[in-house]
């Protein structure tokens, strides 16, 4: 089985900065792309962004120049450092992780974001 526990959401005022982390544990023998996405009330869950496991990445337009996606893959870690943070930001995060038994999905971080 395969776990992704997410980290590091929290209530921000507007332009401030949170950095989530998502750690991947279990029975994984590579993970391929990971990714960040979010759903906010009443609206569909969409990509924030996502890194193969190459360290190529991409981005949702409306979070380009302000978030940043990272990984550590010695330690099974994906991370989005989110700077100049927007009201419109608020949601909660999942962490999704490709591996070879499929798509994984950690239980999500609430982000909230104070004007």
Request: glycine share 14%; proline share 1%.
């Amino acid at each position: 089985q395969v776990q992704l526990v997410e980290s590091g959401g929290g209530l921000v005022q507007a332009g401030g900065s949170l950095r989530l982390s998502c750690t991947a544990s279990g029975s994984i023998f590579s993970i391929d792309t990971m990714g960040w996405y979010r759903q906010a009330l009443g609206k569909e869950r969409e990509l924030v962004a996502e890194i193969t496991g190459g360290g190529n990445t991409k981005y949702a337009d409306s979070v380009k120049g302000r978030f940043t996606i990272s990984r550590d893959n010695d330690k099974n870690t994906v991370y989005l450092q989110m700077n100049s943070l927007k009201p419109e930001d608020a949601a909660v995060y999942y962490c999704k992780a490709l591996i070879l038994s499929g798509i994984h999905w950690g239980q999500g971080t609430q982000v909230t974001v104070s004007s």
